[in-house]
């Protein structure tokens, strides 16, 4: 199936009536998919003038602006790049993208051929019916203005570049099964009477399976737009505006700064920002007020937005926290507010050279805000945003950009024979111009955005050998001011289906608060499930049923809150403390925990036991835990009814607690044995008497048994009811033989012991 | 029969005569093959065994058991040591 293999985007500096494209990365049989805008004043027609073989898709002309598309079947892996033409010589740029895994006899699934101009509104693009399956669509859109057209988030953006006065944007979406591809949504800063002209190309897949991209399930809305906050453009309506209507934030009076509109110096480097520069003062956080266009509702979500500081110095002059920090507060029409300190100087997570990120759940349950006025604002009509900050020692120059309200990435694509690795999910999270997952060093991301992968639409993932961060809840006492969300907001989901395959190995997910390590109801068996040597940590881990092979095998979780086992089997899994105040493992099966080792800090059990019955418990250990009747035993009774554990596989006998009308047997069977290899021992009284320092009392019998022969093995056997590690004296006599004696210990394996014969010659 | 004769105090670990005994003398020997064979019964098979010996007239009391000096008297042919 198709999949993008590269981009490569040409620019002109100077004003020409032909561009030469520059081709990305490709091989023999890809498509190569050219698209292009110009700042054209007169009209005519797209050619190819060098090269050869190119097909130009479709071309439009309207007043002032032009663009087109063309494609090629690649011959080679070092095709010529195409040199295209329109008669009016002005701005001009393209980009090229290859394409892998295409249908190479029709390439073109489907498309809006010339295109379609319009001269008012944000660009808005209808989408096309696709005939095939499997298909990748393209969304174009080029107009003459000097701002970077933009795919809202969903769309993979490939360009939303401009060169000062025309600009092209790119966005791509995979159409898993034919029909319509819906309308698709850009912006930029288009006037009344910009031109723009806008495409859409369908590619055929090859059928094969084999190549299917990483993409977001657009089914689910990823996020929304709420402000790009691109200096004095409104794309979505709304304003800056010239004075406050909140006079104070909590104890703070606050006071105005008119914002300045910053070119180039948004996230998307070819949009501006708006920048405050509040006056010095001691007492005042100082800045702008944002209207909106409209009241918006801004709960079912978090934000996600960024600033940044003009230069290191403005770090310098921005507030301490107790001076109010920088601030985002929300107000509705009624002027009630809430306000966030989303960065503050010496803070934590307050970088005074870099992007900083910030989040604000609206809704959130644990107040991590600033301040709220007496009566708290409406959240399903918030009408302004207040940009302000503390500025006790100077002028701090501070830069806003961009404000998406976040739902969930849902990850499809890939396939078996080349499922998606980590960076190909990370390409989805960082779709949109702001990123959802910054990339931290290799194989790492510190992410701002809840993860699906699954559903339903077929995933194929084999992530190995990464680090998945979830933000610290923020709290002005710690100095962590970025993230203002709920625990179990962000995290990961799963929802895998039959087919799928989803393997994250060797990897660590992380977070200083809770976040979701979630397994939904409709996951199946028949996917393949691989986590082995993964590490989660501080999760809220919600398990199913993923099968009885591979799955929850070979990993670990480290103090996360209470672990839901809904029936899942956990083979070979580290449990190293938690979080919850009763248990570390909520179980409704015990017989589904095999060779699982329990960990415990000397507090919490390990299990606790939710439904009555008679389980085997395979293998499993537990270290650090009390005693029994204890609030730290590693056994919680907590089903109301007899539960009996019959250990087995070198499992080690658990301390019990029993919750009301709870009762609990341990039944741990462990075989001890004395032999000898001499036949002379047939008959030989054997005893096994217990010392001090087990749970057995001094002296006790554990074994007295003749020696028999057990098929040609001389010997004395007894099952053993191992309740914890245990000293034992062995003592073997027969007349006509010095007695044997010695000292051992029973442990979960058993006790084993030789012993060495000897004739009494002197006896009579 | 050495077994009426000898009497033996787990609880103390000491081997004394009976007053009431035959009066019969025993061998070092025998005394070691008899409490070889008492402590080889399933009901003392708890107990530490209270002799060895290096020859048939040569026998130690070990684990700390020991023969009051009456008892000694009906032993004949060989060595009995406290160890």
Redesign the interface.
Known sequence: MAAIRDTKVTQLTVEAATITVELPEHATNDLLLVFGAKDAVANGAWTEIAAGGWTIGGYNNSTGASGFWAYKKATSSSETNPVFSQGDVDSIMAVAISIQGINTTTPINVSTGNGVTATSGQPSIDGVETTSSNCLVFYAVAADVGWGLTPYPGLQRIVSDDTGSTTLGVGWMFQATAGATGTRNFYGALAAGDDHTKFVVAVNDDGSATFIPPYHDIDTTMAEIVEPFTGTFYPFGGAWQTSLSIATIGSKSTAYDAISSIADSGVNPFHASSRITPALSKTNLGGTQFNFASAKDLTGGFLLGSTKFLTARDYIDTGFISNGGIQICLADSSNNYKSWMVGAQRSKTTSSDNRNFFAIQVDQSTDTGYATSVTPPTKTAIDKLLFVESSPLGIPAQDISQLVKINKAVIAGGSSTLPLSFTDLVSILNGYILPFAPIQGDGGILCYCPIQIGGSKAVAVDAENFSIQFPRQASQSTGYLDFHVDESVVGLIFDGRSGDVIKLRNGLIQSASKYKFEFLATVSTAATWDFTGLTVIGAIPTLRNIGTTGGFQSMSFIDCDQIAQNGATLNDVTINGTLHATAALLANDPSRIKNCSFISGGTKHAIEITAPGTYTFEGNTFTGFGANGTNSAAIFNDSGGAVTLNIYGGGKTPTVRNGAGASTTVNNSVTLEVNNPNSSFVGARVTIYANAGGPETEGTVLMLEEAINDAGVYRATQDYNFLGNQPVTVRAKLKGFIPFETTGTITSNGLTVTAIWQVDSIVV | MIKDDFKIDFKNKKISYNPKGSGEAYTV??L??YL??L????QN??Y??PI??T??TECFLINGWTIDENARKYLKEGFLVLK
């Not at chain 2, 402590?39 to 399933?42: K, S, V, Y």
């Open positions: 020997n025998a070691y093959s070889q064979n402590f080889a019964r399933a098979m708890k530490q065994i060895m010996a020859s048939k």
